[in-house]
């Protein structure tokens, strides 16, 4: 199967997004839905935004509180310059974001990418509120690029090159205009494209786009975010929280010996397989992500 075809992958953003101050600057975020006591919490990755989540959301937003915020940089939060944007800061971001729209309820969340490091490293902080854990093609410690499938290995050594790095993520916006649309196994539509693209249409406000490739866990560096990352991993093999897996073939980063070698150690969890696929599931089979997550959904504690 080449994408979802049990209905059509609409291009269009059926959400208002609202903003609110953290830390100074505007976070944008989608929160449609209700229920008492409990929200889903939808984090995307990197080159995305809250955008991706568009077609899943709605399956989702009948059972439960949606919230999706753009991370600080992405989608129509604030750009701010000077700001690394290193995993630590989208983590006081995040933490801060939560605390606000969020400040007492129990929460499910929804991790893909970038997003999976900032939300299980929340969830393990916030063991006591998490109800829900759903995850897909999620960030791991590796211990060389040996990990990777070689035509991803070979594309993003030369991202972490910090000449020829800033060329292709800035100047060239390969990730958008190349690393995204590749990993997705339906051509993204001229809507969609440009969709991705409106946030980062001028070279300064890819900053963010560049530092998140160089963040990647490999071979102990950078040290912050690998123990991080190994924290939330040993986290993840003990917590009893439910959880949900999708998984599909070949994948990026969660492969078939990824499952058998640790998905299938995490207790009590689901594992879904979704078909053939790259990356961005979320493109390419969001009407079967959405409908799993609403009939999955944990009750209240």
């Known amino acids: 199967m080449a994408y979802d075809s049990s209905q059509l992958v609409s291009a269009e953003f059926p959400f208002e997004k609202r903003k609110i101050e953290i830390l100074?600057?505007?976070?944008?975020?989608?929160?449609?839905?209700?229920?008492?006591?409990?929200a889903t919490i939808f984090l995307h990755g990197n080159p995305t935004s809250s955008y991706v989540w568009r077609n899943i959301i709605p399956h989702v937003s009948g059972e439960s509180r949606c919230v999706a915020p753009d991370l600080i940089g992405f989608g129509d939060s604030d750009k701010i310059a000077g700001l690394e944007y290193r995993v630590a800061d989208h983590q006081r971001y995040l933490d801060a974001f939560l605390d606000a729209v969020l400040p007492t309820e129990n929460v499910i969340l929804v991790v893909h990418d970038w997003g999976s490091a900032l939300g299980f490293d929340w969830a393990r902080r916030h063991e006591d509120r998490v109800i829900g854990l759903t995850f897909f093609e999620f960030v791991l410690p590796a211990p060389d690029w040996d990990v990777f499938p070689p035509a991803v290995a070979d594309n993003f050594k030369p991202f972490r090159d910090p000449k020829l790095g800033r060329e292709l993520l800035i100047n060239q916006n390969v990730l958008i205009e190349k690393v995204l649309p590749l990993n997705v196994l339906r051509q993204l539509s001229e809507e969609e494209m440009r969709q991705y693209r409106r946030p980062f249409l001028q070279l300064e406000l890819r900053e963010p786009l560049w530092r998140f490739p160089n963040e990647i866990p490999i071979e102990g560096h950078p040290a912050d975010v690998w123990e991080k990352v190994n924290k939330y991993v040993d986290w993840l093999l003990?917590?009893?929280?439910?959880?949900?897996?999708?998984?599909?073939?070949?994948?990026?980063?969660?492969?078939?010996?990824?499952?058998?070698?640790?998905?299938k150690k995490l207790p009590n969890t689901k594992i879904v397989y979704l078909g053939h696929g790259l990356h961005y599931f979320q493109e390419d089979y969001p009407h079967t992500i959405g409908r799993e997550i609403a009939l999955w959904l944990p009750k209240q504690k």
């Open 24 to 38: 100074g600057s505007q976070i944008a975020y989608v929160d449609i839905g209700s229920s008492e006591g409990s």
């Open 238 to 263: 003990y917590t009893d929280i439910q959880k949900l897996c999708f998984w599909a073939e070949p994948a990026v980063i969660i492969t078939k010996e990824t499952v058998e070698n640790l998905i």
